[in-house]
């Protein structure tokens, strides 16, 4: 009796091994026992009765079935993407040779399609910025005079 309840108190505390456990279940599942113990009773009964269950259990139930993850969707959505790309490629790369291009600017309001009328246009003006570059140099280089030095 005295050695039941240094058993029960290892196994409340967590300390308990197998062999205690059975020793208890064993002990709970007779007629006889202590008026202080009964309270404990149902809990190992239960537990007994569980581990009878679980035990029970056909082999083919035990096996546990896992779903195999579903590649198809991956398979499709990077199909899918990658086409998407390869048009995009093309699109952007290729459709360009099939058209004509035309070159357009508009100068001082008015609108230039010949592209040699185009090219001398922007001589001129590059021209024009090296003439203002050169008179503004000329200016800076007057004034820095003026002063004395």
């Given amino acids: 009796m005295d050695s039941i309840e240094k058993v029960l108190e290892k196994y409340f505390d967590g300390e308990s091994s197998l062999a205690e456990e059975q020793r208890l279940r064993v002990f709970f599942s007779q007629e006889n026992i202590p008026a202080s113990l009964q309270i404990y009773k149902p809990m190992f009964v239960y537990l007994s009765e569980k581990i009878n269950e679980k035990e029970n259990i056909p082999l083919e139930d035990k096996i546990k079935i896992t779903r195999r993850f579903d590649f198809l969707g991956w398979k499709i959505a990077a199909v899918a993407s990658s086409i998407f790309v390869c048009i995009m490629i093309q699109s952007r790369f290729f459709s360009s040779e099939n058209k004509a291009t035309i070159s357009s600017v ?7 399609k010949d592209l040699k009328t185009i090219q001398s246009k922007a001589l001129l003006s590059i021209e024009d910025i090296t003439y203002l570059d050169q008179d503004f140099l000329d200016d800076q280089i007057s004034m820095l005079e003026s002063f004395g030095l």
């Fill in 106 to 112: 508009y100068i001082n309001g008015a609108l230039y």
